[in-house]
């Protein structure tokens, strides 16, 4: 366990070794540092005069680079009475600058103890992808704040999650209305992840999750299953895969690649390939039915592996339809990276990992944030899914991890929701098993616009342990939102009742109460609070009258009750959206709470 004050540091250092005395800042002029050119360039440009500057000649350095005895990601930093010593890899030094930098803000109020930290990662590619196809698409000025905030995590891989949101060149109808990513913005985002340590990596599902193609005309023909289904991001039956034996499938997931890759120096890319639901439903019935689901899949992904080959990228893809499939697993290509995805606690990941181990293919771990379906965050999920999932990582020997952040059914709940896990996650990652402190003064310390609303946010992460609802990726309340449309009882909200909603309705209002008044964090939460509050007073509303058929025979009192919550609850979200997330998408976010509201006339 660290000492006094450092045990916030996140990810928390592998190992410290006290010596005597203490050293002191006053944290007004910035510190003179002395080091190689290269990198003293980057700490002076990570840190900035916030906190850091070039010794001259003759001044004595506050801060010391010097050359690390090891390469990659391994450093130390010596604390002594009278200066900071930071040994690292000139080629890679964003890891011990990041630690530096929550060095140096713990050292604007409190005294750092003297001695030794010696730091290396478990895992050598510890990753974040991001949803921006689920209607939000963050400004880039959040992005931006995005990859500054993964490299002060030790973060090292950044992917942004695609199905329409990305301005495709000859498929304007797709992204049309969704303030997509431009190429030129992408490239953007390409080299500041490049200045902060960081590989952004392309992403962009290539079968399953194309409904936003499908559902459009010019697309229509290349479905799985024209006759559509009832998904989990839809309420309307949607064709949801691609043919994987129409030929014109594969030549538009290849259109795809290879824009996207145009716009990254790196040339690997996550193809998805994930939840074929519909797969054998449709139009590959017959050959499914002859050669294997298994098989006509892994016919699919080779095909797309072919042409990442013979482009000289690297192939990412998840797991969870082959892992249905291991006698399938020794026919992956072996240059290919498995991405094993489980997001409850108890996720079955030993065993997942040990067949593709056995395999000798390269695999990553995939956790989550534990932010979606469910609004205000289940902090208790996280913290068991991401140590369950680091455990497995290390058993096994998987080369990567990547903690993925979701945004099903409209994206309702705001970034910062998604704190908690991602702190929780570089922690994970970096050093499993040894996260102990304070978590609302690590979010602080690790993400400084979080100042002042950690306790709040925590404790708002929290509160969903009151319902004693045990529900399964998500909360009660959103999935009463979310089935709204279905008869009582919700299977995805089990032993819900109405003295439970109470009992969350009180411990929200004890964490709201937390939070700074009048921030544009607090108005995000509240504007999330506001709809899980929605979401509550529904089920009570049904709850207390279970004889109803639909929501449209409630009493007309409540209905109309409902509706006016509603109402103030569309007004909170559209100006909380704005804060962070562009325009194009907020439209089809609201969509769902007013199909919901619809549904009471």
């Known amino acids: 366990m660290l000492p006094l004050p450092l045990e916030n540091l996140m990810p928390q250092p592998r190992s410290f070794r006290a010596t005597e005395g203490q050293w002191t800042w006053d944290g007004q002029a910035p510190l003179p540092v002395a080091g190689p050119a290269e990198s003293l360039a980057v700490c002076l440009g990570l840190l900035g005069p916030e906190f850091v500057c070039a010794a001259q000649e003759g001044q004595r350095a506050a801060i010391e680079l010097a050359p690390g005895q090891a390469d990659g990601e391994a450093y130390g930093i010596q604390i002594s009475p009278t200066q900071l010593r930071v040994e690292c890899s000139a080629i890679s030094p964003h890891a011990a600058l990041a630690t530096l930098q929550q060095l140096l803000r713990i050292a604007r109020t409190r005294d750092l103890p003297a001695g030794l930290i010696e730091d290396s990662p478990a895992i050598p590619t510890r990753g974040f992808m991001l949803d921006v196809s689920r209607d939000r698409v963050p400004k880039m000025e959040q992005l931006h704040e995005l990859i500054r905030t ?19 060149k000859g498929h304007d109808a797709v992204w049309r209305n969704a303030s997509p990513l431009t190429q030129n913005e992408v490239r953007e985002l390409d080299g500041a992840c490049r200045s902060f340590g960081i590989e952004l990596v392309a992403n962009q599902n290539c079968l399953g999750h194309m409904h936003r193609w499908l559902t459009l005309p010019e697309y229509a023909h290349l479905s799985e299953d024209p006759r559509g289904m009832e998904h989990a991001f839809s309420v309307e039956r949607e064709p949801f895969s691609l043919c994987p ?31 074929t639901f519909d797969l054998g439903e449709g139009k590959s019935a017959a050959a499914c039915e002859q050669h294997g689901k298994g098989r006509v899949y892994l016919d699919y992904l080779h095909g797309v592996h ?23 697993v020794p026919d992956l290509p072996k240059d290919a990276i498995a991405l094993l995805w489980g997001y409850e606690a108890g996720h079955p990941f030993d065993e997942q990992a040990r067949l593709f181990a056995a395999s000798g293919l390269e695999f990553w771990i995939v956790p989550g944030t534990s932010s979606w379906q469910c609004l205000l965050g289940r902090i208790d999920n996280a913290r068991k899914n991401l140590r369950e999932a680091a455990q497995a990582a290390v058993a096994h020997g998987a080369k990567g991890w990547l903690v993925a952040d979701w945004g099903d ?10 704190w908690p896990g991602l702190v929780l996650g570089a922690a994970e990652g970096w050093n499993p098993g040894q996260t102990s ?23 708002l992460g929290e509160t969903h342990q009151a319902l004693a609802s045990p529900a399964v990726n998500g909360t009660s309340p959103f999935f009463h939102l979310r089935y709204a449309h279905q008869p009582l009882p919700l299977e995805r909200a089990p032993s819900l009742t109405i003295q439970g909603l109470e009992a969350l309705d009180r411990a929200k209002t004890q964490a709201l109460a937390l939070l700074p008044k009048g921030t544009a964090i607090t108005q995000e939460l509240q504007a999330a ?19 109803c058929g639909t929501l449209a025979d409630l009493p007309e009192p409540v209905r109309s009750s409902l509706q006016s919550q509603w109402t103030q609850v569309l007004d909170l979200q559209a100006q909380a959206w704005s804060l962070r997330s562009r325009s194009g998408g907020c439209e089809d976010s609201l969509q769902r709470l007013r199909a919901i509201a619809a549904l009471l006339l």
């Open 409 to 418: 059914f409209g994206h309702w709940q705001p970034w910062p929701i998604s």
């Open 245 to 275: 034996t129409d030929p014109k499938s594969l030549a538009l997931a290849t259109d795809l690649i290879d824009q996207l890759l145009a716009c990254h120096q790196t040339q690997k890319i996550n193809v998805g390939l994930d939840e």
């Open 437 to 459: 402190g304070d978590l609302a003064q690590q979010i602080e310390l690790a993400i400084p616009e979080a100042k002042g609303h950690g306790a709040g946010l925590v404790a």
């Open 529 to 547: 609070s506001a709809i899980s509050g929605l979401g509550e007073s529904l089920a009570k509303a049904r709850l207390g009258a279970p004889d």
């Open 150 to 168: 993964l490299w002060g995590l030790k973060y090292n891989h950044l992917e942004l999650y695609l199905e329409h949101a990305f301005s495709y």
């Open 306 to 328: 072919q042409h990442l080959k013979k482009r000289g990228a690297q192939m990412l893809f998840w797991g969870d339809i082959i892992a249905q499939h291991p006698e399938l």
